[in-house]
């Protein structure tokens, strides 16, 4: 094993939610030395951080904020420059909002989190589509990335019933459909995040993850 607490360590951060031993193991597995981050001072000499989560944005943010890590997770990301990838409701604090709640996300990438809708066509009223979206799904890069390096088009696996709106298209790196297209990978700067799982991803996740590591 090659969990780690010394430095420049891939920091997992645990606040509570979301599957963080299956990241550890993995990384582990990978050669990556780890740290499973539940303090400010588990993150402060990392070389990258990823943010999982499950649940609710209200739930998630609430968890973090009392975790002891925002401030210093902030410091990391915004003015350090640290990579950080966010998975699912990781990724989706990292929005401005949410509709699914009131709580403010963290701002790291301007945009909102939104309800899975069939849009109004002129006949009718926009209408929600069946949540959650459950399941094994393409994932198409909408431009050259190392995080999606070797893996064009590849199925990943995603359990959500919301999704990440940016508000500049530009910070979209990748797109699925669920009835509609919607943005399933966003990127500005060190800032990434995926909708979906890559930890339950098989080979495809696997590759993801060693691509972040290497960014």
């Not at 590849?154 to 910070?171: K, R, V």
Request: charged share 15%; with cysteine; glycine share 10%.
């Amino acid at each position: 094993m090659h969990f780690s607490t010394g430095a420049k360590a891939i920091s997992v951060i645990d606040y509570g939610l979301g599957n963080v031993q299956a990241f550890a193991n993995l990384y582990s597995r990978l050669g990556f030395n780890v740290v499973v981050a539940k303090t400010a001072a588990d993150i402060a000499n990392a070389r990258c951080l990823v943010m999982p989560g499950v649940g609710s944005f209200d739930w998630a943010m609430g968890r973090l904020n009392s975790s002891g890590m925002r401030e210093s997770l902030d410091k990391m990301v915004l003015d350090v420059g640290v990579p950080v990838l966010g998975v699912c409701v990781g990724m989706q604090i990292m929005a401005d909002y949410s509709a699914e709640g009131v709580s403010p996300g963290l701002g790291w990438i301007s945009g909102g989190v939104r309800a899975f809708e069939i849009p109004d066509n002129g006949d009718m009223v926009s209408q929600r589509l069946p949540v959650p979206h459950m399941g094994w799904n393409a994932v198409k890069p909408a431009k050259e990335d190392g995080l999606f390096a070797g893996l064009a088009e590849s199925h990943f696996y995603f359990l959500h019933s919301y999704f990440f709106d940016a508000l500049d298209t530009s910070n979209s790196l990748a797109f699925s459909n669920y009835l509609v297209p919607f943005v399933s990978a966003i990127n500005r700067d060190n800032i990434y995040g995926v909708q979906f799982h890559p930890e339950k991803s098989h080979s495809g996740g696997v590759r993801l993850l060693q691509n972040f590591a290497s960014l």
